[in-house]
């Protein structure tokens, strides 16, 4: 099947630690996007990268960093410098621009022990 | 920094009943595109309508579209039990970024 999956899909982290969210898809997408979700908000954008081995800072990239070093996959850090780490996060790609719709990962819940 | 602003912010119905949306932005847009989020899932693309459009149709979603207004309207005709989810506008401007609303939650009633 193609489409974009996440992993974990629960994921608890201990303060101070780090703890990376998987993102992988098998549609070729160039695009690859990372969103977090609070109860009852809507989407925010963490970082977004367009191509291999390049990525852009999103709205709230402060306490998170990523990779692009294969086309499949974009996996998310969450550092411990993320003060307020509790969220759904969610992972999504486009074939190229965001003018282009984007294909969700059903997302991983983080929450904090 | 939200773009979108649905309203209402939640919708009750009954089955059958035609449930309609409304979103409103700030700045100019190249594209608006609605989805759908059933509870603890990912979004879904529902339907994509660019800035020189007006209406556009897909299946029971009907969505338009008026620039002048800085508004788009998404109408599911019909709605059924399966229809109950979250719903997000989200818009395109400038380079590259999708930003979504913070949604209209619709419950439909059987």
């Known amino acids: 099947d193609g489409g974009i999956t996440q992993s974990p899909k629960y994921l608890f982290r201990k303060e101070g630690q780090n703890v990376t969210l998987s993102c992988e898809q098998n549609?070729?997408?160039?695009?690859m996007y990372w969103y977090r979700q609070d109860p009852g908000q809507g989407l925010r954008l963490i970082y977004y990268?367009?191509?291999?081995?390049?990525?852009q800072k999103g709205d709230i990239a402060e306490g998170y960093s990523v990779s692009r070093e294969k086309k499949e996959s974009f996996p998310l850090t969450v550092t411990s410098a993320q003060k307020n780490p509790t969220a759904f996060y969610l992972c999504?790609?486009?074939?190229?621009?965001?003018?282009?719709?984007?294909?969700f990962g059903s997302g991983t819940q983080l929450s904090v022990l | 920094s939200q773009q979108g602003e649905e309203d209402p912010q939640a919708l009750s119905i009954q089955e059958g009943e035609n449930a309609t949306m409304n979103c409103s932005y700030k700045?100019?847009?190249?594209?608006l595109q609605w989805y759908r989020q059933n509870s603890g899932r990912g979004l879904v693309h529902l339907i994509l309508?660019?800035?020189?459009?007006r209406e556009k149709h897909s299946g029971r979603l009907r969505v338009t579209l008026d620039t002048s207004k800085k508004s788009s309207s998404l109408l599911i005709t019909a709605s059924r039990a399966a229809d109950t989810a979250s719903y997000f506008c989200?818009?395109?401007?400038?380079?590259?970024?999708?930003?979504f609303g913070t949604g209209t939650r619709l419950l439909v009633s059987p």
């Open positions: 999504a790609s486009s074939l190229g621009t965001a003018d282009e719709k984007l294909f």
């Open positions: 549609l070729n997408h160039d695009a």
């Open positions: 990268s367009q191509i291999v081995n390049d990525f």
């Open positions: 700045t100019s847009i190249n594209n």
């Open positions: 309508i660019r800035s020189n459009e």
């Open positions: 989200a818009t395109v401007s400038g380079f590259q970024k999708l930003v």
